[in-house]
């Protein structure tokens, strides 16, 4: 059975930084894209950073990009975020996200794997 499994969100002030990571088990990832996606209360589940199998290529919303960096280690079937100068409207619950499919995508049904979230919270 495939599980991602996330962990280090939590309540962080204005401008601080945060790492979340993810650990796939079940099967490997490493040649295949992995993401991060988030969900606001009340919003639709949006793309924040997806990187390629050998970290050539990364994607990033409009909104994260120059703050948040994607990184993984195949050799640990992980992937990881690392979020800086964090706001407000970074809270949600951040979802990790991987896919049998070889193509980067920023599109939520090209992912068929899925973690169960963690919650990020940037307090004012």
């Known amino acids: 059975q495939v599980q991602l499994v996330e962990s280090g969100g939590g309540l962080v002030q204005i401008g601080d930084s945060l790492r979340v990571s993810c650990a796939a088990s079940g099967r490997t990832f490493s040649r295949n894209p992995m993401g991060w996606f988030r969900q606001a209360p009340g919003k639709e589940r949006e793309f924040v950073a997806a990187?390629?199998?050998?970290?050539?290529?990364?994607y990033y919303a409009d909104s994260v990009r120059g703050r948040f960096t994607i990184s993984r280690d195949n050799a640990k079937n992980t992937v990881s975020l690392q979020m800086n100068s964090l706001q407000p409207e970074d809270t949600a619950v951040y979802y990790c996200?991987?896919?049998?499919?070889?193509?980067?995508?920023?599109?939520?049904?090209?992912?068929?794997?899925w973690g169960q979230g963690t919650q990020v919270s940037v307090s004012s």
């Open positions: 996200a991987a896919t049998s499919r070889f193509l980067l995508s920023t599109v939520t049904t090209a992912y068929n794997y």
């Open positions: 990187i390629s199998w050998n970290s050539a290529d990364a």
